[in-house]
């Protein structure tokens, strides 16, 4: 009932500090039992560009939880970091990501496809970030021009030093850095010029409202002209609707992920998509 009644039951059950503490470690324990017994796993959402051909695709994890179903990942991400255990389920994302992709380079369908993969400040922050990617790409045969990796705006502050060495030494591997969320941070722009990045990804917050709100479409078309100037690719998240990827590509934004071209779906599901893509051209 507690699960049917949804998120606000909890404040119900969960008046109290003890149950909140108690609550949390219990999440806890459930994200490393889930490590171990494969309880996650990676959704795929295409990236298309402005000729509506799939370049690429964002590898999104999600839980099974044995009891609550499918958690999405704003709900646990947090506590992982918290408790550092994005560092095994990181990792275990790194591998499944490279795995797919070393295996789409065998398929015309999937063969031009770049895997984009969330990296949290955790582990960016790990002292041998850089040769887990490099073995993990080794291992798993993965082409890493084809591997990109996102970031986001707040881990940038920490040590920005240290950030642009191990992004240098995974670029001249050939792996991409795309900056996600891009606007809701506070990135000031003499970093972003710094930072050897590839793209800059329009945070889906303003897309939403780009048909009506006009400081969000402003701030929109300003991203894409500050991608311009500092030589990146941008790319809009959270399109949902013609009209705004209409918009986007007269500011110049000429690629797009969103629910217009397709949700977050399987590996299995992904694959069909494509097929049927091709069916319908044949
Ligand atoms: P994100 O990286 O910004 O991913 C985009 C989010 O927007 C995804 O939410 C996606 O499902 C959602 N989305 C895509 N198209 C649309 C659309 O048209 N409309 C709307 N309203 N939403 C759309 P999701 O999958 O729930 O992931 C949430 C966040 O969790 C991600 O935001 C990312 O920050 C984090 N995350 C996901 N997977 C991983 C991972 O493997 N590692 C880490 N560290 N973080 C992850
Ligand atoms: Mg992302
Ligand atoms: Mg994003
Ligand atoms: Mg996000």
Same mark, same amino acid.
């Given at each position: 009932?507690?699960?049917?009644?949804?998120?606000?039951?909890?404040?119900?059950?969960?008046?109290?500090?003890?149950?909140?503490?108690m609550?949390?470690?219990?999440?806890?324990?459930?994200?490393?039992?889930?490590?171990?017994?494969?309880?996650?796993?990676?959704?795929?959402?295409?990236?298309?560009?402005?000729?509506?051909?799939?370049?690429?695709?964002?590898?999104?994890?999600?839980?099974?939880?044995?009891?609550?179903?499918?958690?999405? #990942?704003?709900?646990?991400?947090?506590?992982?970091?918290?408790?550092?255990?994005?560092? #095994?389920?990181?990792?275990?994302?790194?591998?499944?990501?490279?795995?797919?992709?070393?295996?789409?380079?065998?398929?015309t369908?999937?063969?031009?496809?770049t895997?984009?993969?969330?990296?949290?400040?955790?582990?960016?922050?790990?002292?041998?970030?850089?040769?887990?990617?490099?073995?993990t790409?080794?291992?798993?045969?993965?082409?890493? +021009?084809?591997?990109?990796?996102?970031?986001?705006?707040?881990?940038?502050?920490?040590?920005?030093?240290?950030?642009?060495?191990?992004?240098?030494?995974?670029?001249?591997?050939?792996?991409?850095?795309?900056?996600?969320?891009?606007?809701?941070? *506070?990135?000031?722009? +003499? *970093?972003?010029?710094?930072? #050897?990045?590839?793209?800059?990804?329009?945070?889906?917050?303003?897309?939403?409202?780009l048909?009506t709100?006009?400081?969000?479409a402003?701030?929109?078309?300003?991203?894409?002209?500050?991608?311009?100037?500092?030589?990146?690719?941008?790319?809009?998240?959270?399109?949902?609707?013609?009209?705004?990827?209409?918009?986007?590509?007269? *500011?110049?934004?000429?690629? *797009?992920?969103?629910?217009?071209f397709?949700? #977050?779906?399987?590996?299995?599901?992904?694959?069909?998509?494509?097929?049927?893509?091709?069916?319908?051209?044949?």
């Open positions: 009932q507690a699960k049917s009644a949804g998120r606000n039951t909890y404040r119900f059950f969960n008046p109290e500090m003890q149950t909140k503490v609550e949390y470690a219990e999440f806890a324990n459930d994200i490393r039992s889930s490590i171990q017994n494969k309880d996650f796993l990676l959704y795929y959402q295409v990236q298309v560009n402005h000729h509506g051909e799939r370049v690429g695709t964002e590898a999104l994890l999600r839980w099974m939880h044995p009891v609550k179903g499918m958690v999405r #990942p704003d709900e646990f991400i947090p506590i992982a970091e918290e408790t550092g255990l994005i560092i #095994p389920l990181g990792d275990w994302v790194l591998v499944e990501a490279c795995q797919v992709l070393a295996g789409w380079a065998a398929h369908l999937t063969q031009g496809l895997l984009a993969v969330n990296i949290s400040a955790h582990q960016l922050r790990t002292h041998d970030f850089v040769e887990k990617v490099k073995s790409i080794s291992k798993t045969g993965a082409d890493p +021009s084809k591997l990109k990796l996102e970031i986001t705006e707040s881990m940038l502050l920490d040590d920005i030093d240290d950030t642009i060495e191990k992004m240098r030494a995974l670029q001249a591997i050939g792996v991409t850095f795309a900056l996600d969320d891009f606007g809701t941070g *506070y990135s000031s722009l +003499s *970093y972003l010029k710094r930072l #050897p990045l590839d793209q800059l990804k329009i945070d889906k917050t303003f897309v939403r409202d048909l709100d006009t400081q969000d402003d701030i929109a078309s300003t991203i894409v002209s500050l991608a311009k100037s500092l030589h990146l690719s941008v790319i809009a998240e959270g399109v949902e609707q013609e009209d705004q990827r209409i918009l986007l590509a007269s *500011y110049g934004c000429l690629l *797009y992920q969103g629910y217009l397709g949700r #977050p779906v399987s590996l299995k599901e992904f694959m069909a998509s494509l097929e049927t893509f091709e069916n319908q051209l044949s």
